[in-house]
Nanobody, 123 residues
Framework: QVQLVESGGGLVQPGGSLSLSCATA????????VGWFRQAPGKEREFLAA????????IYGRSAKGRFTISRGDVRTTVQLRLNFLEPEDTGTYYC????????????????WGQGTQVTVSS
């Protein structure tokens, strides 16, 4: 079983930034991709970004392009999501998820999920 734990959420003013982290543990496979999603109250879960095992390839959802950056450093069991130029519409619960090998943008293709971290953008 793979465990994922998100951290770094909080309250931020419009225009501000946050850095989220996703730490994986447990029986992790040798090669897995990590994706970030978010869900606002009353809305469907939305894809933000995903990155492969080596960190050499990533994809972004429409809301994330140009504002959010996903990265995976030498400690490959941790993946970061940098959120810039935050707006009130970015408020929601942010989740990371893992799947074997290839990055995907559909949440149904990720079998392992964290509990989420809350991001609130408000003045």
């Amino acid at each position: 079983q793979v465990q994922l734990v998100e951290s770094g959420g909080g309250l931020v003013q419009p225009g501000g930034s946050l850095s989220l982290s996703c730490a994986t543990a447990g029986n992790t496979p040798d090669d897995y991709a990590v994706g970030w999603f978010r869900q606002a109250p009353g809305k469907e879960r939305e894809f933000l970004a995903a990155i492969n095992w080596s960190g050499s390839y990533s994809i972004y959802g429409r809301s994330a392009k140009g504002r959010f950056t996903i990265s995976r450093g030498d400690v490959r069991t941790t993946v970061q999501l940098r959120l810039n130029f935050l707006e009130p519409e970015d408020t929601g619960t942010y989740y990371c998820a893992a799947r074997l090998y290839v990055v995907r943008s559909s949440d149904t293709e990720y079998p392992y999920w964290g509990q989420g971290t809350q991001v609130t953008v408000s003045s």
